[in-house]
C-alpha cells in the first residue's frame, strides 16, 4: 500500500519575502491602499516588457474592464476560446455581449486561428460603425483568446486577424504569466493583456489580478473605472460607472514576494512536466500535452489524455489515493451558463476536455510524490 499523504493539484508556495512585505503592511497601517500596488504593477511591467499595468482585485475583474476600455459594447459578439475556464465567457456576458466560441486546434488545444479567420471571412463586414455580423447585423467587438494550462495561443496569427478585422485583442493570460511566445514573454503583442493572481495559479497574491498594455490611454482609463471611476481627488465627483476593482496592497505585497520567484515558479513546472511526459514517453494510450516548437509553456497543469473511459478511472483511482486530479473545463459551448452562444468548430474541444486528467502540479510537489501520480497512471493505463 502506498501512503496515503494527500497530494494537491497546485498549491501556492510561499517560501519568499511574502510574511516580511505583509507584515510591512501591517506595521505601517497602509493595507488598503500603499506603495505594494504600483511596486506590483512596475514588476510585471518589466517582467512582461510592456509600458503599463493596472493591478485589479481579480482576474475577472481585469477581464471585465479590459472589455470595457476597448470598446466592447452591449449586444456585440466577442470570439472566445471554448476549450477555457469559464471566466471570459462570463466577463463578455457581464457586458451584455455575447461569446462566439471558437473550437481549439488539436495540434495545441488552444483556440485555432485559421477557425476565428474562416468563420470571420464568411460572417463579418467592415462598415463604418465597425465590423457587423452578416447574418445577425450584430457588431463585433473583440477577440479573447486564451492561454489554456499555460501554453500561449499564436498571438502573430490572432493580431494579424485583429488588425484585418479591426477588432482589439484581450488576451487571457491567467495560466500563462511567464510563458514565451516565440522567445519573448507573452503580454506585449495583445491590445490588452489580463493576469491572475488566484491562490492556484502560477504566482499568487491570495487573489487579485492586472491587465498589462502598451497604451497609457487604456491604462489610464481601466484605472480610472477600477477606482469607482473618481474625478476629483477630494470631492464625490464621478462622471462614469466606475467598479471597486481595484487591488489592496496586502495582496500586492504577496504578489510582489511572489513576482521575485516567477522564473523559478515556472521553471519548477517545466521540470514537473518534463517528468511526466518522459514517464509517460513509451506507454500506450496515454499523451501527454503539446507544446509548439514556438512555444514556451508556463505548464500551470500538466494534463494528459486517456483513450477511452480510462480518464474517468484515473480520475476515480487517484482520488482514492488521495491525490487531487481533475478533468479539464467542460468546452464553453456546453456549458448552461452560456447555452445561447453560437459555437464554431467541428469538437476538437470536447474530445480533448472528455480524456483528459490534470495531474498534480505544485510548484513544490516532490519527486516522491510525483512517482506516486506516475505510477497511479501507468497502472490504470495499462490495466
Ligand atoms: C483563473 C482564471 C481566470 C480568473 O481569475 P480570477 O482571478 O480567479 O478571477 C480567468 N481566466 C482563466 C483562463 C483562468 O484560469
Given at each position: 500500500m502506498h501512503p496515503s499523504r494527500p497530494i494537491p493539484l497546485a498549491e501556492p508556495v510561499l517560501h519568499g519575502n511574502e510574511a516580511e512585505y505583509v507584515a510591512q503592511c501591517l506595521e505601517s497601517g497602509w493595507i488598503t491602499s500603499g506603495e505594494f500596488v504600483p511596486r506590483l504593477e512596475n514588476s510585471l511591467c518589466e517582467l512582461l516588457g510592456t509600458r503599463q499595468a493596472v493591478a485589479t482585485s481579480s482576474g475577472t475583474a481585469a477581464l471585465h474592464v479590459a472589455l470595457i476600455v476597448c470598446g466592447v459594447k452591449p449586444g456585440d459578439l466577442v470570439i472566445v476560446s471554448d476549450l477555457s475556464?469559464?471566466?471570459?465567457?462570463?466577463?463578455?456576458r457581464y457586458m451584455g455581449a455575447d461569446p462566439v466560441f471558437c473550437d481549439a486546434d488539436p495540434e495545441t488545444w488552444q483556440i485555432d486561428p485559421n477557425v476565428i479567420l474562416r468563420f470571420l471571412d464568411d460572417r463579418a463586414e467592415i462598415r463604418p460603425e465597425?465590423?457587423?455580423d452578416r447574418l445577425t447585423g450584430r457588431r463585433f467587438g473583440a477577440i479573447v483568446p486564451v492561454d489554456a494550462l499555460g501554453h500561449p495561443v499564436d498571438m502573430d496569427a490572432i493580431t494579424e486577424i485583429g488588425r484585418r478585422f479591426g477588432l482589439p485583442i484581450v488576451s487571457d493570460a491567467s495560466e500563462s504569466l511567464g510563458a514565451r511566445y516565440k522567445g519573448q514573454p507573452i503580454g506585449s503583442k495583445p491590445t490588452m493583456t489580463c493576469l491572475s493572481f488566484n491562490g492556484n495559479k502560477v504566482v499568487t497574491a491570495g487573489g487579485g489580478g492586472a491587465l498589462v498594455t502598451a497604451s497609457e490611454a487604456l491604462a489610464t482609463e481601466a484605472?480610472?473605472?477600477c477606482n469607482q471611476a473618481k474625478d476629483d481627488p477630494v470631492a464625490y465627483v464621478h462622471k462614469k460607472v466606475g467598479y471597486n476593482y481595484r487591488l489592496s496592497n496586502i495582496h500586492a505585497a504577496i504578489g510582489c514576494a511572489q513576482l521575485e520567484r516567477l522564473a523559478q515558479h515556472v521553471a519548477a513546472k517545466r521540470a514537473i512536466a518534463e517528468r511526466y511526459r518522459d514517464a509517460f514517453l513509451n506507454l500506450d494510450g496515454v499523451t501527454f500535452m503539446p507544446?509548439?516548437?514556438?512555444?514556451?509553456a508556463t505548464y500551470w497543469l500538466s494534463t494528459i489524455l486517456l483513450e477511452g473511459d480510462r480518464s474517468t478511472e484515473l480520475l476515480r483511482a487517484l482520488h482514492?489515493?488521495?491525490v487531487e486530479?481533475?478533468?479539464l473545463w467542460e468546452?464553453?459551448?456546453r456549458s448552461e451558463a452560456h447555452f445561447a452562444a453560437e459555437y464554431v468548430g467541428v469538437g476538437h474541444s470536447q474530445s480533448i476536455a472528455r480524456r483528459?486528467?490534470?495531474l498534480p502540479s505544485s510548484v513544490d510537489l516532490s519527486a516522491e510524490d510525483q512517482e506516486r501520480v506516475i505510477e497511479i497512471t501507468r497502472r490504470v493505463a495499462t490495466s
Open positions: 475556464f469559464i471566466a471570459p465567457a462570463n466577463a463578455v465597425g465590423t457587423v484605472r480610472y473605472l507544446e509548439a516548437e514556438w512555444a514556451g482514492k489515493a488521495q486530479a481533475r478533468p468546452p464553453l459551448h483528459s486528467v490534470s
